[in-house]
Every structure is written in C-alpha cells, then in structure tokens.
C-alpha cells in the first residue's frame, strides 16, 4: 500500500514527501508482539538455541563466570567469616553449632559440576569445596523418625527441602570454596549448600540451620511452584541435560 | 487546539515558541529540536546510559566482582527501568508535546522511496530526504519498542510470583537477547552521533544550518521553507 503512487500526482508534488507507510509503528508493534511470544514460549526457544550451541544463551557472550543471582530479600546478608556458624538440631542425636574452621576441618570433597538454573541458564564446570553432606549428618546422628531436612538461610527468608535419601547422596555439599576461591556474599557464602544433581534453587545460600523433621516441608521456591524433587532435566517441566 | 498554535501550516507567522527555553532560530538555521524534544531525548538517554552501565555488573560477575554494592547496583537498575516510559509519557502528553507529537508522527511514517531504502537493506539513497533519515526511524522505533519490551519482560523477572514459571525463563531469555540488541543499536547511534557533530549539536541547541539540511533533510527543508517557518536571507532585512 505504501508504495501506490497518484498517478499524474508526481510532477507538482515531487518535493514533498508521500509519508505514508506507518513502518515505524509496524515495528513497535512487531516488536511488541514478538516479545510476548518470546516471554510465553521463551522457555522452549532457549531450549533449542541452547542445544544449538553447547552450554545456552550465556555461551554466545563474552566475558563474566554467567552467574544470575537472585535474592528473596533484595539484599545479600553479610556474614564474617569467623562469626559464621551452622546450626544443625530437629531429630538429631547430638545438635551441632560448626564453625567454618569446623567445616574446613573435615574431610573435604571436591566436585566439578555444571550449576544449571530452572530459569534456563547454566554454567559450565564450576569448581565446588566442601563437606558432604552425609558426613554432617553421621557427626549430628539422625534419630529414628526424621525423614526429611530443612535448610534455613541467614536471609531470613529462604528455606530448602531434602529428603534424607537424597541429603546422602555423594555430591551434596556443605560447600565453604565455588569457582576457585572462598564463596564470595554474592554467591552465598561464606557456607552454601551445592545441591549438584538438583537445579540451582536447591543450594540454598548463605547456609544457616540444618534441621531434621519428620514431614518435608516445601522450601520457599517450591512454596512458589517450582518441584520439590528438582533433578535436572527431570523436573518443572524442562528437559536440560543432567548434572555429572 | 494548542496544536495549532505552533503547526507549521499556520502561515506566516513567527517561529513556534514552545517554552522559554527555545530562542527563534536565527537567520539561516531551522528549529530542529524544541526544549521539550530535548529534554526528553536526554533523559530517555540518561536512563538508558545508567540501565545499560548497571546491566553489565549485573550480568557479568567478573565486573561485579572490582564494582560490588550488588544490591545497590540492581535497585538502580530495576527504578530506573520503572522510570524509563515516564520522560516520554510526560513529554508527549501535555500541551508543550506538540512538537514532539508531530516528529513522531513524521518518525512513523516512510515515504516510498524510504520504503524502499529498507528493502534494498540501506543501499540505495535516498534522495529527498525527511527532517529524519529512514535510519534514524528506524532507531526511534526499536527504541520505542525496547522499551516497552524491556519493561514487561524486566517485569516479570522482578515481580515474578503472579505469572507461570516458563515465563520466567521466556522473559529471562528476552530480556537478554533485547539487551544484546540495545547494546548494538544504541552504540551505532552513539557512532553516528559523534561522527556527525552537526546532527548531534542540534539535539544539544535545537537549531541546524540551512546548508545542513539543503544536505541532508531537503525534503523536510521545502516543507519548512513553505509553511513559512524559516526566516529566508533574501526577504530578512540585513
């Protein structure tokens, strides 16, 4: 329609512009109209773009460990290093008030794993320290009876959920070193949880209490909808590839 | 109503005076930019320079880490977004937005040739030219745009708990490929700008030369000088 010409119209009016085709609200409109598409079914385009390239969106840009941190409280607690303490209590034989010196005096595990988050993004190979989480336990003592765990944060705000069987898995951490160094306040340190197998909201950061409980209690996120059981690629309707 | 007060097909009267901040252009320079239109470029500017300096931080933790105040860092960024429509909201809907009104208007609309400008991916030259080349309509138009897209999906990332959990992840992945695309278009403007100093000092005075848009805008130039609007050397005493 834009490009109609008047016939006969051209000779006199030459010099004055035929502003016709309304191009710039096509655009805003079409990019309006690809933005909604993109939020609702956004989830499945990263998925396949994400396959496309390796390791997701975060791939194609340069720079940064891609890390996207959230908080619940919009602020980070700041917790000294020497000052830090983890309470473990609930159903436990023995209740426990560890240091970080405590922690970093027990046999220590180290794993390479991918950190995959239930929002789409993952970084690769992140270097996590810490003491697993079953060894935790066996100094605490579970008492006959508990069947889950709940993780609190110094927040105040964020909890977690483990059932025991999974709390023993071997590549869940108490993990005081992430990316090479000791966990900065951004990434929840001093003390995280690294929940390897499971998506990203299950490492509960800036670790605080350990308690056991004989019903599981759904953690914050999962309060919100997202899977209590959130194996990666196996949970809250995504399909990324397992954490190993 | 007050539309008409400053319409260039008013005849012959004097150069439209929108506010005390616009000085009647002199002889041989055209109002490009009127206070309103000014003041309004340079705030949406201003909130795009902070959003765009507080998105790198935010999502590259290597600058995080020298710049810090992360939490600090995200509140700016998130008040600025909210705040981003607001300069062009205020601007366009009053009385003093006339002239903003009718260059958006102007900004909207591409004459055939612009048209075909664009099919031909910029290649071909345009010869009588608009007030705006069919480049920087473009660029209004995907900025108008970014920023409607920006703040719905920058939204739902911030407020997240009334919609589905995809949409999480679909506006985590729009917000990023968008930010990829702002981060392109406004450095080519920016580009543009520093190397036309003539273009960008008309954002800064409001006024360009003649010469400038005998050059670049005759389209828009033939239009001024028939609605009477530009003092003409020849009829100007001196």
């Known amino acids: 329609m834009g490009d109609e010409e008047v016939p006969g119209a051209r000779g006199t009016e030459a010099a004055l512009p035929d502003r016709r085709a309304p191009i710039g609200r096509r655009v805003f409109l079409s990019m309006a109209a690809l933005g909604a598409v993109g939020i609702v079914i956004g989830s499945r385009v ?3 773009v994400g396959s496309a390239v390796g390791t997701g969106l975060g791939g194609l840009l340069p720079g ?3 890390f ?4 619940i409280t919009g602020s980070f607690p700041v917790i000294k290093p020497e000052q830090y303490r983890l309470r473990v209590g609930g159903l436990v034989e023995r209740p426990l008030e560890l240091t970080l010196a405590d922690l970093q005096s027990m046999p220590s595990t180290r794993l390479v794993r991918d950190f995959q988050c239930v929002t789409g993004w993952r970084v690769p190979a992140v270097h996590w320290e810490g003491v697993q989480l079953s060894h935790v336990l066996d100094l605490a003592g579970v008492k006959p009876g508990a069947a889950a765990l709940t993780f ?12 025991i069987d999974q709390a023993r898995l071997s590549d869940v951490i108490v993990a005081y070193r992430m990316l090479d160094a000791p966990i900065t306040t951004a990434h929840g340190g001093p ?3 690294y929940v390897a197998p499971m998506y990203g909201y299950k490492s509960l950061k800036w670790l605080s209490a350990i308690r056991l409980v004989d019903n599981l209690e759904p953690g914050f996120w999962e309060q919100n909808g997202y899977s209590v059981d959130a194996w990666v690629g196996a949970s809250n309707g995504r399909t990324d590839a397992p954490i190993r | 109503m007050s539309d008409e007060l400053v319409s260039p097909t008013s005849g012959a009267a004097p150069p439209p005076v929108v506010g005390s901040r616009v000085a009647a252009p002199s002889v041989g320079r055209l109002l490009r930019f009127d206070g309103v239109e000014r003041v309004a470029h340079w705030a949406n500017a201003t909130l795009f320079t902070v959003l765009m300096a507080t998105a790198l931080p935010l999502y590259f933790g290597s600058i995080e880490s020298f710049v810090g105040r992360r939490a600090l860092v995200a509140d700016i960024h998130t008040w600025c977004g909210v705040a981003l429509p607001i300069p062009l909201i205020i601007s366009l809907a009053g009385p003093w937005g006339a002239r903003l009104r009718r260059d958006v208007r102007r900004l909207n609309r591409w004459s055939s040739e612009e048209v075909r400008w664009l099919r031909s991916f910029g290649t071909r030259t345009v010869v009588n030219a608009d007030k705006f080349n069919p480049g920087q309509k473009l660029n209004a138009a995907f900025i108008g745009g970014s920023i409607l897209v920006m703040l719905a999906s920058g939204s739902i990332l911030k407020w997240f708990q ?5 949409w999480r992840t679909g506006a985590t992945f729009v917000h990023d490929v968008l930010a990829a695309a702002i981060f392109a278009v406004v450095a080519g403007h920016v ?3 520093l190397t036309h100093p003539q273009a960008l000092r008309a954002m800064v005075t409001g006024t360009i030369s003649k010469a400038w848009a005998e050059r670049h805008a005759p389209g828009w130039l033939a239009e001024e000088l028939t609605s009477g609007l530009v003092p003409d050397e020849a009829s100007s005493p001196g």
């Open chain 1, 46 to 48: 990263q998925r396949v």
């Open chain 1, 64 to 66: 940064g460990d891609r």
């Open chain 1, 68 to 71: 996207r941190l959230y908080t």
């Open chain 1, 152 to 163: 609190d944060s110094y927040d105040g705000a964020d909890t977690e959920s483990l059932t």
């Open chain 1, 191 to 193: 003390v995280r949880l």
């Open chain 2, 162 to 166: 009334p919609f589905p959990l995809s």
């Open chain 2, 191 to 193: 580009l543009f700008a």
